[in-house]
């Protein structure tokens, strides 16, 4: 009796798993979570985004395998597969409409997919995804309503409300592609004036380069040399070496970032903003005076907006435990 009793305690103590898959331009990622958000296993494959589809939707199934097998379960065992992707989703239908990564338009992903692995699929934008791992695992854990930004050579982003992604129509989110400045510069997507043009990685390079380009006694010269190009650390770096130029080229993205995530504080009021992507390795340099900021100037001020910028913590992984969390 005693070891009937002991072996209905351990199925119940049993483990579920999910999987994630991170389906990039350049790799396939694919990881084992389970039920304590944690990632137990990966695997990754070159993405070799030039053929045909059909052959790389089987390179995904296979890589999910491989990180089963380093799991030591079984893919049955597994309950649902999240797949995340840049680009253009219907989360719905499970289709990617358009990835610009690797060239993809109205691709059946989904139905796809579970001819090879037949488990619930469930597919949306990467940036959704990082923020869903940013809430179960991450530097958002426990809260509820989060807006996610990823600044690099775009800005990106994800929206959790009530503990959900929000994806709303065919696409989602383009938090990168508000207007900051109406008539502005020139955006990858035709507009003027976007969010992206002012606030990624990309355009602080833009602006170190203009900026270098007037003073070029400027200590980021140096730098940009020895680093064997500009790069979103340098005009930081030297700011805090005391050049005057990086200075103003840092304050003046700081201020453009702090107006971006104040409208996004205004709309959403999250309880958290997180920051990722390589502009984020500044730490507090970046984070503080934003929340500086957000306290001055977003609306009601200090006595009413309780949201916090932070860094955002799992990297490269919240993609794919957050991917793994459509499902639970």
């Given at each position: 009796?005693?070891?009937?009793?002991?072996?209905?305690?351990?199925?119940?103590?049993?483990?579920?798993?999910?999987?994630?898959?991170?389906?990039?331009?350049?790799?396939?990622?694919?990881?084992?979570?389970?039920?304590?958000?944690?990632?137990?296993?990966?695997?990754?494959?070159?993405?070799?985004?030039?053929?045909?589809?059909?052959?790389?939707?089987?390179?995904?199934?296979?890589?999910?395998?491989?990180?089963?097998?380093?799991?030591?379960?079984s893919v049955e065992a597994c309950r649902s597969?999240?797949?995340?992707?840049?680009?253009?989703?219907?989360?719905?239908?499970?289709?990617?409409?358009?990835?610009?990564?690797?060239?993809?338009?109205?691709?059946?992903?989904?139905?796809?997919?579970?001819?090879?692995?037949?488990?619930?699929?469930?597919?949306?934008?990467?940036?959704?995804?990082?923020?869903?791992?940013?809430?179960?695992?991450?530097?958002?854990?426990?809260?509820?309503?989060?807006i996610l930004l990823t600044l690099g050579t775009?800005?990106?982003?994800?929206?959790?409300?009530?503990?959900?992604?929000?994806?709303?129509?065919?696409?989602?989110?383009?938090?990168?592609?508000?207007?900051?400045?109406?008539?502005?510069?020139?955006?990858?997507?035709?507009?003027?004036?976007?969010?992206?043009?002012?606030?990624?990685?990309?355009?602080?390079?833009?602006?170190?380069?203009?900026?270098?380009?007037?003073?070029?006694?400027?200590?980021?010269?140096?730098?940009?040399?020895?680093?064997?190009?500009?790069?979103?650390k340098i005009p930081f770096d030297a700011a805090?070496?005391?050049?005057?130029?990086?200075?103003?080229?840092?304050?003046?993205?700081?201020?453009?970032?702090?107006?971006?995530?104040?409208?996004?504080?205004?709309?959403?009021?999250?309880?958290?903003?997180?920051?990722?992507?390589?502009?984020?390795?500044?730490?507090?340099?970046?984070?503080?005076?934003?929340?500086?900021?957000?306290?001055?100037?977003?609306?009601?001020?200090?006595?009413?907006?309780?949201?916090?910028?932070?860094?955002?913590?799992?990297?490269?992984?919240?993609?794919?435990?957050?991917?793994?969390?459509?499902?639970?």
């Amino acid at each position: 009796m005693n070891r009937v009793l002991k072996g209905i305690d351990n199925f119940m103590k049993q483990k579920s798993y999910r999987i994630g898959i991170d389906l990039g331009g350049t790799n396939i990622k694919a990881g084992i979570v389970d039920d304590d958000q944690q990632l137990i296993a990966t695997a990754s494959n070159p993405t070799k985004a030039d053929r045909p589809w059909q052959e790389i939707v089987a390179d995904m199934a296979e890589t999910v395998r491989q990180a089963a097998a380093k799991a030591d379960i079984s893919v049955e065992a597994c309950r649902s597969v999240g797949i995340g992707n840049p680009g253009v989703i219907d989360s719905e239908n499970g289709i990617i409409v358009y990835s610009n990564n690797i060239s993809w338009k109205n691709i059946p992903l989904a139905q796809e997919f579970r001819k090879h692995i037949d488990l619930p699929v469930h597919v949306s934008n990467d940036a959704n995804c990082a923020a869903m791992g940013e809430v179960v695992a991450g530097a958002a854990r426990g809260c509820k309503n989060v807006i996610l930004l990823t600044l690099g050579t775009g800005v990106g982003g994800g929206i959790i409300i009530n503990g959900q992604v929000y994806e709303g129509g065919i696409g989602g989110a383009e938090l990168g592609h508000a207007t900051l400045i109406a008539g502005g510069k020139l955006c990858t997507c035709g507009r003027r004036g976007c969010i992206e043009s002012y606030c990624s990685a990309t355009a602080l390079i833009r602006e170190a380069d203009e900026a270098l380009a007037k003073h070029p006694d400027s200590m980021m010269a140096a730098m940009k040399v020895q680093a064997g190009g500009m790069n979103g650390k340098i005009p930081f770096d030297a700011a805090q070496s005391g050049d005057e130029t990086a200075g103003a080229v840092v304050s003046q993205y700081i201020e453009w970032l702090a107006e971006a995530v104040t409208n996004y504080v205004n709309i959403f009021r999250p309880e958290v903003v997180l920051l990722s992507g390589g502009v984020c390795a500044q730490g507090e340099n970046l984070t503080k005076p934003l929340n500086e900021y957000i306290r001055k100037f977003a609306f009601g001020g200090a006595q009413t907006v309780n949201t916090t910028v932070k860094i955002a913590q799992l990297g490269n992984n919240a993609g794919i435990i957050g991917a793994a969390n459509f499902w639970k």
